[in-house]
């Protein structure tokens, strides 16, 4: 196994290219050292890019969105005011995602990366329509967050490509979000089910939906039958009800050790119900302020 | 007062909560466990293993793993005894499989490399060829026609004619006649429960350290409850003589019972033989679920009849127990356990012990009366609704007490469970408000206790402090407990004493740490001990006063003559005996050896309220009392752990924890973050009631409080759920899928 600390991201993905066999790029190393651990995976080549310049950055973006480094942990996200005022659900999302000690290395771009469908941050990057600057050896191009998962455990990234941020919109006046995930225990597990939600309102009237789910599908789901199902309503129980239903039939779950696909089909539209209440109600709050 | 007295009062020690002796070591990282062992010159060893549930080894290929630079040998079977028979065949079949393997994770070859990551490498590169076999790993299809048999012949004398051939051994007890009784019932309700097999969950994966040289002289440091155990199996599995294989216990970080037996110890003993160097073996997490003992799955079926006025009149129940791939399912225990709180006049109970495609099972705390109970409890929780009683007032009106003619046979000696339910009754928290969506449950447990052999000695050093030397492992806090018994009888400070867990050359033989007995046993061979060296210090008092050595009393920690008649003579304290002991007769030592046969049984009596989502199935334990008859708790705080222990194991039994075996007969959650053990923030704080009833079989009235603290919660837990959910739970776990499911039914 060859190990890499590039300076920068050309010379990441120059290494990359002409790497053979298994590579992985490795931020936080929560995913990937415990695959490698636990011998599901050996890497030929691994790719340390947390000692790129910028990569531990949270900034603000000129046009009020905020850009997230690779290497920014989960911890530094959630003891960030600023993006956690402006993105609550994303924020909880991440902050959901292992132990206190997982948090001082996770990071959302590893979270997305690692491709499975039931990474908590996902659900939430997708609602809030985040995008992530893939960098290649043609330059560097804009890739929504929900075209990055293939499948479990795979991407679209190629060979030489590599994610070097996160995009996440400015915060607009009267939109709030949540991520809410179903676990049969309160901390320390793999989401059985997962949906994040971010809403816009004019008044009290929801005028724009994000509806993702998650982990009842090999890829996150963003699904427009269940924004439907709410926008130019005022979340009243009638369009509740059609939101449960929507978010039901958009499942396409499997059964495993962590739940069946009635369980799954259903918990899915009761975790919608209850994302959508909160980020509606964070929404109201924003609107007012 | 006679040396043999017993004292159940007037403690001036005992009764107290010390810091434990063992604290700063584990906070500082100080103490040493299983895999903290080095020697120069050490290999590391790792084991292949099955990936297939059942399958035939048609042949073993070393050659490409051999040829890796660093590797030292390799073992399979042919590098154990092939004439054993019986149980120790049966553990040598465990540890490495024969003609098949067995299940998925079954050890088939083992090899001894420089370095883990190579021996690791090595292990990949042992080439197996597999003729796979039809498995089964459920109870009931295993014991159903057709069932692929796990090994013709196995079944012993007990089993009647016409079973299937993995159903191996079978019990039947009870008195009187209970179709008669059921005849007297005004209700019989009959259900059927289930359960699944959970693993012990410690912390620290099984570990050793071997060496063994071609003298046949071996050292072994291991894991374990019980290193006699160890040496006895390691020694015969190997050839070897028992006396020449030294066997060290290291630190435990938890057993729960799942410690009793080996696994790797004979494997590095075998590789260590081999290569002529110590050889270390550490098992992953996914080892020590596949291929250790979890406990056993079960299928039961209990019938309960009872009066109007909730008088029990007969109780009948057949528990089905798969253990694995071998004999021993623990199904007598749970077949005499189930009815044990009860006092029957028709009473039946059967056990089936049944073999299938998965590791063999081993201890858990308390092994088998939790699954029984949970059947037993569920039904008369469900008669106390149906017939509107409460369900603390009716156990009370059926508790068995001293004179009771117990559902397995004899008859109880003084025993603590009527006074569990007393006082669990006027505990806060039985007539506490619940919320909507919250239920109570209310179950008794009930486990046997244990003495077995058990050998300590007692040294005292110049300066008058004392050395204890046990021999069973550290598993709940005995070293404390230990002291804090020689403290009492000595008269001297629990912090004058040392208690240390001796190696098997410095000892006679002891017990496996199992069957809640180590206070019980160890704790009263230490007073007898501790009353010998007593005696002699007596002794040597009296010959220094020149008078008769009856006429010394050992009082507070010095020899005072035992009255006026006896001489005036100032108390000579322990440390100055100690002093001249050298020219006075010699090292002062107690002694005592024995196998103490009056474990007293245990009862408990537990109190959950738990919350149902009714959207999403999820429950949560908001409130858990347990109330449970420790006999004399020598260390409180200690106790109260074993209380929240056996608590804690029982919810995540009863809620999340599971062997997920996939279609292919291979186990799916083999890792932490699939088997669902509770975390701390899903615990309630839990509650504890001491109750203290003495036990007569032990000299300051202990009896062993490790194990009857897990025997109530699955059915405490089941009732309090399907309170909640107004719906009976019979299946274990009840996690959210199963909960969503039997909602949707009851709708």
């Not at chain 1, 009237?205 to 890829?219: C, S």
């Not at chain 2, 569990?420 to 109570?440: C, D, I, M, N, V």
């Amino acid at each position: 196994m060859h190990y890499h600390t590039p300076a920068s991201f050309e010379d990441a993905i120059k290494i990359a290219a002409k790497a053979t066999g298994i590579t992985r790029f490795l931020a936080g190393g929560t995913d990937v050292l415990v695959q490698l651990r636990a011998d599901m995976v050996t890497p030929d080549t691994l790719i340390d890019i947390k000692h790129i310049d910028g990569v531990h950055d949270i900034t603000r973006t000129s046009d009020g969105g905020w850009t997230i480094g690779v290497a920014v942990t989960g911890a530094e996200m959630t003891e960030h005011p600023e993006l956690a005022g402006d993105w609550p659900g994303l924020v909880e999302a991440m902050d959901l995602v292992g132990s206190t000690q997982i948090q001082g290395r996770a990071t959302l771009t590893g979270n997305l990366c690692n491709g499975s469908p039931a990474a908590d941050s996902v659900p939430a990057m997708v609602a809030a329509g985040a995008s992530v600057s893939v960098r290649g050896p043609d330059g560097t191009r804009e890739v929504a967050v929900e075209d990055i998962p293939t499948g479990p455990g795979r991407t679209s990234l190629a060979q030489d490509e590599v994610v070097t941020a996160v995009n996440i919109p400015a915060r607009v006046a009267g939109g709030g979000d949540a991520y809410l995930r179903f676990i049969p225990r309160t901390e320390m597990d793999i989401a059985v089910v997962g949906c994040g939600i971010n809403l816009v309102l004019d008044g009290d009237t929801i005028t724009q939906a994000r509806v993702v789910l998650g982990a009842v599908a090999p890829t996150v789901l963003l699904d427009q039958a269940c924004g439907d199902a709410i926008i130019g309503t005022t979340l009243d129980a009638a369009a509740l009800e059609r939101l449960a239903k929507a978010a039901s039939a958009a499942c396409n779950p499997i059964t495993d050790k962590r739940g069946t696909i009635e369980f799954r089909t259903k918990v899915a539209g009761v975790l919608a119900q209850r994302a959508a209440k909160i980020a509606y109600g964070r929404a109201q709050a924003g609107g007012a302020s | 007062m006679s040396l043999d007295d017993v004292k159940t009062t007037g403690f001036k020690y005992v009764g107290t909560s010390p810091d434990r002796p063992d604290g700063l070591d584990k906070v500082t990282g100080r103490a040493k466990f299983g895999a903290d062992a080095y020697a120069p010159g050490m290999l590391h060893g790792a084991i292949a293993r099955s990936p297939h549930a059942h399958a035939r080894i048609i042949s073993i290929d070393t050659s490409k793993a051999e040829a890796l630079e660093g590797v030292k040998a390799i073992v399979t079977r042919a590098d154990f005894r092939d004439d054993l028979r019986g149980d120790h065949w049966n553990v040598l079949e465990n540890v490495m499989a024969g003609d098949t393997a067995l299940y998925d994770g079954h050890a088939v070859a083992a090899v001894a490399a420089t370095s883990v990551l190579v021996a690791r490498d090595a292990a990949k590169l042992i080439e197996v060829t597999y003729e796979t076999l039809p498995h089964v790993t459920d109870v009931d299809e295993a014991m159903a026609d057709g069932a692929p048999v796990i090994r013709a012949g196995t079944a012993d004398k007990s089993v009647p004619e016409g079973l299937h051939p993995n159903v191996v051994r079978y019990h039947e007890s009870g008195h009187g006649d209970v179709e008669a009784g059921f005849a007297e019932a005004d209700l019989i309700i009959e259900d059927h429960f289930r359960t699944e097999a959970t693993h012990q969950g410690y912390i620290e994966p099984h570990a050793c350290l071997a060496t063994l040289g071609g003298d046949g002289k071996g050292d072994l440091w291991c894991c374990t409850q019980g290193h006699w155990n160890v040496q006895k199996i390691c020694s015969s599995l190997l050839g070897l003589e028992t006396s020449q294989l030294r066997v060290t216990a290291s630190e435990i970080g938890g057993g729960f019972g799942g410690k009793t037996v080996v696994f790797i110890e004979p494997v590095a003993l075998a590789l260590s033989r081999k290569t002529n160097r110590p050889v270390k073996i550490v098992m992953s997490r996914s080892e020590v679920f596949r291929a250790s003992g979890p406990t056993a799955s079960t299928s039961m079926d209990v019938r309960i009849g009872m009066k109007k006025d909730g008088t029990i009149t007969a109780a009948k129940g057949v528990f089905r127990l798969q253990g694995g791939a071998f004999p021993g399912a623990p199904m007598e225990f749970t077949a005499m356990c189930a009815f044990a709180p009860y006092n029957l006049k028709h009473v039946k109970q059967i056990g089936y012990d049944v073999m299938s495609n998965r590791p063999k099972q081993a201890a858990y705390r308390a092994p088998g009366s939790p699954m029984g109970a949970f059947a037993v409890e569920s039904v008369i929780d469900e008669l106390c609704n149906k017939l509107g009683l409460d369900p603390i007032e009716v156990r009370l009106k059926n508790a068995s007490r001293e004179g009771t003619r117990a559902s397995f046979g004899p008859t109880f000696q003084r025993v603590g469970l009527v006074e569990t339910l007393e006082a669990a009754k006027a505990h806060p928290h039985y007539s506490a408000p619940l919320k909507p969506g919250q239920g109570r449950g209310i179950s008794c447990g009930f486990w046997f206790n244990f003495g077995g052999e058990t050998s300590v000695s007692l040294a005292l050093s110049m300066d008058g402090t004392v050395q204890i030397v046990v021999g069973t492992p550290d598993i709940g806090g005995s070293r404390a407990s230990m002291a804090l018994m020689a403290a009492e009888e000595l008269g001297i400070p629990y912090e004058n004493i040392r208690c240390t867990i001796a190696d098997t050359a410095s000892l006679g033989y002891n017990e496996v740490s199992h069957g809640s007995r180590v206070t019980y046993a160890s704790g009263l061979a230490t007073i007898k001990a501790a009353r010998d060296a007593v005696k002699k210090l007596c002794g040597r008092a009296a010959a220094k006063w020149g008078i008769d050595p009856e006429a010394v009393d050992w009082v507070d920690g010095c020899a005072v003559p035992s009255g006026p008649n006896a001489g005036d003579f100032d108390p000579m304290p322990i440390a100055q005996i100690c002093k001249s002991m050298g020219r006075t007769g010699g090292p002062i030592v107690g002694h005592f050896e024995a196998s103490p046969e009056g474990a007293g049984v245990s009862f408990a009596t537990h109190i959950v309220d738990a919350e149902v989502d009714p959207e999403t199935g999820k429950t949560s334990v908001v409130r858990y009392t347990v109330v449970q008859d420790a006999g004399k708790a020598i260390h409180p705080a200690y106790v109260e752990g074993q209380y929240q222990g056996g608590a804690a194991q029982g919810i995540g039994w009863a809620l999340n924890e599971e062997y997920v075996y996939g279609k292919d007969g291979r186990l799916q959650n083999d890792v932490f973050l699939d088997y669902r053990i509770p975390v701390a923030s899903d615990l309630p704080m839990i509650d504890t009631v001491i109750v203290e009833v003495p036990n007569p079989g032990h000299p300051h009235g202990v009896r062993g409080v490790g194990e009857t603290s897990i025997c109530p919660p699955l059915a405490a837990i089941a009732n309090a759920v399907s309170a909640a959910a107004g719906v009976r739970l019979h299946e274990l776990p009840m996690n959210p899928p199963r909960i969503l499911a039997a909602l949707a039914r009851r709708d």
